[in-house]
């Protein structure tokens, strides 16, 4: 099992507040992601970091921002929360084995409500 | 552009039967493929992985074809089970920016197993 924690695990908050997305791994995996996700809909890749003081934007074009200061921690910050914020955060991480071997392993998410 | 896309948004068998989800791709570089099961309210799980230099990967009740011809990837479930319910996901590693490796999500396919 992989032991990757987000929290919290729900949040309802209201417009222009921040607010910070906590994830946080102890399998020592270099690499980390964030992903978008609404309702039974795909993934949406907002953030990736590839190891400590690494990070980089993915394909979604997306008002937050991410830090990577130590191995195990990878936060997401939003500075002013909208409603159009609302939606499943994930993070992931993985374990470089190769181009042709990257499993991610995913946190149960943390579904955001702005009012 | 880069797309994963799944033939059939929902798809409901009998508990038995065997189950086969579908997933289209449009870059004919990629060169890995993974499948993921997401169960309501969680993260997404791995299931299996298969790359491009092989057609065909089995585990455990699971089998993943690809045909790189019509650039197109299944998972089939044998002996379906209530607990197979959720909704599938299949991922493509491509090329981002900088030469970056990033995975491209399909939308999901729910599966429902009726008892």
């Known amino acids: ?115 | 552009g880069e797309s994963v896309g799944l033939h059939l948004p929902t798809l409901s068998v009998q508990e038995g039967d065997n189950s086969i989800i579908n997933c289209a791709y449009s870059n004919s570089a990629s060169d890995y493929f993974i499948w993921y099961k997401q169960e309501s309210g969680k993260g997404p799980q791995f299931i299996i992985d298969i790359r491009s230099n092989m057609d065909k990967r089995q585990g455990q009740r699971v089998t993943v074809l690809l045909n790189k011809t019509v650039k197109h990837l299944s998972l089939q479930i044998a002996a379906t089970q209530p607990g197979d319910s959720a909704v599938y996901f299949c991922a493509e590693k491509v090329e981002g920016q900088g030469g970056s490796e990033k995975l491209v999500f399909g939308k999901g396919t729910k599966l429902t197993v009726n008892p």
Request: net charge negative.
């Open chain 1, 1 to 115: 099992e992989a032991d990757i924690y987000q929290t919290p695990r729900y949040l309802v908050i209201g417009t222009g507040k921040k607010i910070t997305l906590e994830c946080s791994q102890t399998m020592g995996h270099d690499k980390m992601y964030w992903y978008q996700q609404d309702p039974g809909m795909e993934l949406h890749l907002i953030h990736y970091s590839y190891g400590v003081n690494s990070t980089e934007k993915g394909d979604l074009s997306s008002e937050s921002t991410v830090s990577r200061i130590r191995t195990e921690h990878f936060p997401l910050t939003l500075e002013s929360a909208r409603p159009s914020h609302t939606s499943q955060y994930l993070c992931a991480s993985s374990e470089w084995a190769g181009p042709l071997n990257e499993k991610l392993f995913f946190g149960s998410g943390t579904q955001l409500s702005v009012l």
